[in-house]
């Protein structure tokens, strides 16, 4: 993978008719997606709104967004990297083999005709969810989307773009790029940034039990994490930064209550497609912001004696 071929979402309000929407649900989960965004604005190159527009839905079963699909590819569960490869070699030109491509619950006559319409179309946008990034491939799924989109680019302007969940998960990742030079899974026990999903991820951590600390800023992976990563939390001398009483905050040995951001305490945002929004706050909160608590966690640990034992921590931040 090498990098991503990205916009913002006033581009694509204003340039795309061809919109495929690959391991999500954005009728519930992102519920001003289509009207904001994407289907039914009106565009200054896509002046007709939705009936200039195709929309793609790729998923394992039929959800609501299926209802606002012109296309709605079902496919088998974990089959998403295969799906993704057959289309890439499709779309340039190279023989698949049929009985491997109807392993994904497709036919090759489907994916033949999804390739021609984002060749016919004058500005593309895929958009993936968790449903791709999460299940059976993680990484590599998210690396197959990336890298079809790129190749696109030889034939029409195309891009990609995750559908993030809660929280400021795309500022998580923004701020670790240019502070280390890569989104997640960074490990900087020998000084220096190292990057491998499925070694230093937080999940594969936790569910290997490699850590023996936690810090958890505004995030609650006790709700959303496989059953082995909650249980080695609860083990481990896990903090908590939280303006709420979370799933996590039950399991852990410490929970500060912090300020909201962005209701009570200032801050940036970052969108889904990494443009920065600054928060200023409305109200005042008696509580300190996440901000203040790490800096004095810092300088504690500062005043430490240099022999005092360091603990292998694991950072989670959304």
Same mark, same amino acid.
């Given at each position: 993978?090498?990098?991503?071929?990205?916009?913002?979402?006033?581009? &694509?309000?204003?340039?795309?008719?061809?919109? #495929?929407?690959?391991?999500?649900?954005? %009728?519930?989960?992102?519920?001003?997606?289509?009207?904001?965004?994407?289907? *039914?604005?009106?565009?200054?190159?896509?002046?007709?709104?939705?009936?200039?527009?195709?929309?793609?839905?790729?998923?394992?079963?039929?959800?609501?967004? %299926?209802?606002?699909?012109?296309?709605?590819?079902?496919?088998?569960?974990?089959?998403?990297?295969? $799906?993704? /490869?057959? =289309?890439?070699?499709?779309?340039?030109?190279?023989?698949?083999?049929?009985?491997?491509?109807?392993?994904?619950?497709?036919?090759?006559?489907?994916?033949?005709?999804?390739?021609?319409?984002?060749?016919? %179309?004058?500005?593309?946008?895929?958009?993936?969810?968790?449903?791709?990034?999460?299940?059976?491939?993680?990484?590599?799924?998210?690396?197959?989307?990336? /890298?079809? @989109?790129?190749?696109?680019?030889?034939?029409?302007?195309? &891009?990609? $773009?995750?559908?993030?969940?809660?929280?400021?998960?795309?500022?998580?990742?923004?701020?670790?790029?240019? *502070?280390?030079?890569?989104?997640?899974?960074?490990? =900087?026990?020998?000084?220096?940034?190292?990057?491998?999903?499925?070694?230093?991820? *937080?999940?594969?951590?936790?569910?290997?039990?490699?850590?023996?600390?936690?810090?958890?800023?505004?995030?609650?992976?006790?709700?959303?994490?496989?059953?082995?990563?909650?249980?080695?939390?609860?083990?481990?001398?896990?903090?908590?930064?939280?303006?709420?009483? /979370?799933?996590?905050?039950?399991?852990?040995?410490?929970?500060? /209550? *912090?300020?909201?951001?962005?209701?009570?305490?200032?801050?940036?945002? !970052?969108? #889904?497609?990494?443009?920065?929004?600054?928060?200023?706050? @409305?109200?005042?909160?008696?509580?300190?912001?996440?901000?203040?608590?790490?800096?004095?966690?810092?300088?504690?640990? %500062? @005043?430490?004696?240099?022999? !005092?034992?360091?603990?292998?921590?694991?950072?989670?931040?959304?």
């Amino acid at each position: 993978m090498g990098g991503k071929i990205t916009c913002t979402l006033g581009e &694509v309000k204003n340039r795309a008719d061809f919109i #495929m929407y690959w391991g999500g649900n954005p %009728a519930e989960c992102h519920p001003r997606h289509f009207t904001k965004y994407t289907l *039914t604005q009106k565009g200054k190159f896509v002046p007709a709104g939705r009936k200039g527009r195709t929309m793609v839905l790729v998923d394992i079963r039929e959800t609501m967004s %299926a209802k606002a699909a012109d296309i709605f590819l079902q496919i088998r569960p974990g089959k998403d990297f295969e $799906m993704a /490869t057959a =289309l890439r070699a499709i779309v340039k030109g190279h023989p698949v083999d049929r009985a491997k491509v109807e392993e994904t619950g497709l036919t090759v006559e489907q994916l033949e005709d999804i390739a021609a319409r984002m060749k016919r %179309a004058k500005f593309g946008v895929i958009f993936f969810g968790m449903g791709l990034s999460m299940t059976r491939g993680k990484h590599m799924n998210s690396g197959a989307i990336l /890298t079809l @989109a790129a190749e696109m680019n030889a034939f029409t302007k195309f &891009v990609c $773009m995750p559908m993030r969940g809660h929280g400021n998960v795309t500022g998580a990742d923004v701020v670790l790029r240019w *502070t280390t030079g890569y989104p997640f899974g960074v490990n =900087l026990a020998r000084g220096f940034p190292r990057f491998n999903p499925g070694e230093f991820s *937080t999940i594969d951590l936790l569910v290997r039990g490699d850590n023996d600390a936690a810090l958890i800023l505004g995030a609650d992976p006790g709700a959303t994490m496989p059953q082995p990563a909650i249980e080695h939390l609860s083990r481990i001398p896990t903090i908590v930064l939280d303006p709420k009483v /979370t799933h996590t905050s039950r399991l852990a040995k410490v929970h500060i /209550t *912090t300020a909201v951001t962005g209701v009570s305490a200032p801050g940036t945002a !970052y969108r #889904m497609d990494e443009i920065p929004m600054p928060l200023r706050p @409305a109200l005042t909160s008696p509580y300190p912001t996440d901000e203040e608590v790490v800096r004095r966690i810092r300088q504690a640990l %500062a @005043a430490k004696p240099a022999w !005092y034992p360091a603990p292998n921590l694991t950072l989670t931040v959304a």
